[in-house]
């Protein structure tokens, strides 16, 4: 199993049964969570927030936005959205909307930083309609530990992370994905101050909410709108499946494989693709893959698809899609990397975190090894359970790997694509 930086929500799970528990639904548990929470349902105290987005480590990062919402009920809002390349004014009022657009795409990274601080499990209603497969959690306990609960789709997979005071923790979705920090008492809510993001291997986003006030009296000059915006002229977005996708290509949807020098030969890639109201598609985010010398291709070939655009009403929208693709490629031995020892990797590594174990993992002191892969220029790429790891014990490395800073690894001269076998001890 390969973990990418954007599915290390939390897994540093309790067990979810215990004799003599209440046990409550996910939907129950996860309810909960969102009314204690979210800013934004109905009844809630307005307010007057300021938060902004940016890329820990990289001052040249794009990924850079700040997000202002005057709120004073469900139908009078006023959101402005700034960043390098879209900005965006949007105000309601009742049935009335206004909506003014600089650029004319609104990026998957940046619609889920609003989505995180104002709607922070965007799924729920899909999990109230669960039913009665829904998996069962028990009620929380006064722990260190987070509770947990795995749920596994066709591709994709969500994880749902509990504090032991019931608050949420993390939220994981190939396409959505969000931990929550710091929260702080604002009215009769408890409100995570810091939201934090991995859409990819090596990038890791903060989102700070900086001011959170009472909106005790505000200029009603904040809600007016004097000339409605039409439909046509907002920007709407849509999750489709991939068959849509594909349907909707113009131009053949075969991906030209590439050989590699080691690992896999025939397995499975996951992407979350997102396109313009044009049809071009505009982000694709990795969402794991079996070999991890394949995500890069399989990106660079989506982002050259151009689709017929999807229309509602004769509207265009904005697509998003979670797409799996089966790979099947050859070995070239002139491509193989050098694997490094773990004292190799570790001597190029800063910032070093080493994993916190739950319980139970095994005896003490025994080691464990997962496989990790870092580019020329020192980024982290992924990480492989090479050593068929439990999960808990797996993603606990993963957690903490994908934290370490590294030096190229340089051979005569010249930056190379590594991997590395990094080990650990259980405690």
């Known amino acids: 199993m390969r973990v990418f930086l954007s599915a290390l929500c939390c897994f540093l799970c309790t067990p979810l049964v215990s004799s ?3 046990f409550e639904s996910l939907a129950e548990v996860a309810t909960k969570a969102v009314n204690r929470s979210q800013l934004t349902t109905p009844g809630s105290r307005p307010f007057h927030l300021v938060a902004s987005l940016k890329e820990i480590g990289n001052d040249d990062s794009p990924y850079k936005a700040t997000v202002e919402m005057f709120w004073f009920s469900p139908t009078k809002v006023r959101r402005t959205i700034s960043s390098e390349h879209f900005s965006q004014v949007r105000v309601l009022n009742g049935d009335e909307v206004f909506e003014q657009n600089k650029g004319d795409y609104f990026p998957v990274w940046l619609n889920n930083m609003v989505t995180a601080i104002f709607d922070p499990l965007p799924m729920l209603g899909e999990l109230q309609k669960g039913g009665p497969e829904t998996p069962k959690m028990a009620q929380m306990n006064a722990s260190n530990s987070d509770t947990c609960s795995d749920l596994h789709g066709r591709i994709d997979r969500w994880v749902f992370c509990f504090q032991s005071d ?5 939220v994981f979705s190939k396409g959505y994905a969000a931990q929550f920090r710091n ?12 939201i934090e993001c991995d ?7 903060e989102t700070r909410i900086e001011t959170l006030e009472e909106l005790k009296k505000p200029d009603e000059q904040l809600f007016a709108i004097e000339k409605p915006t039409p439909v046509s002229e907002q920007i709407s977005r849509v999750r489709v499946g991939d068959d849509f996708i594909r349907k909707a290509a113009l131009g053949t949807t075969e991906i030209e494989w590439p050989t590699v020098g080691g690992g896999l030969l025939t397995g499975g890639c996951a992407v979350y693709v997102s396109a313009d109201r044009s049809g071009q598609i505009r982000e694709v985010w990795p969402a794991g893959c079996d070999n991890a ?10 982002l050259d698809w151009k689709l017929k655009p999807a229309l509602s009403n004769g509207v265009p929208l904005q697509v998003e899609s979670l797409m799996g693709f089966t790979f099947h490629t050859q070995l070239d031995s002139a491509r193989s990397l050098p694997l490094l020892t773990n004292d190799q990797v570790r001597s190029l590594a800063s910032n070093v975190v080493e994993p916190k174990f739950p319980p139970d993992s095994g005896p003490s002191g025994t080691e464990v ?3 990790i892969s870092v580019d020329q220029t020192g980024k982290f790429t992924g990480i492989l359970n090479t050593h068929h790891l439990s999960d808990p014990v797996f ?6 790997v994908t934290q370490w800073h590294f030096q190229p690894y340089v051979i005569d001269g010249k930056p190379q694509y590594f991997h590395a076998d990094v080990s650990f001890r259980l405690n």
């Open 166 to 170: 019931g608050l949420l923790s993390s």
């Open 293 to 302: 010398g394949l995500q890069d291709p399989l990106r660079k070939a989506l």
């Open 199 to 205: 859409p990819e291997p090596g990038t890791h986003l």
């Open 369 to 371: 090894v997962a496989q």
């Open 395 to 400: 993603l606990a490395i993963a957690s903490a």
């Open 20 to 22: 003599g528990q209440k």
């Open 183 to 194: 929260y702080s008492k604002f009215g009769d809510k408890r409100v995570a101050r810091l």
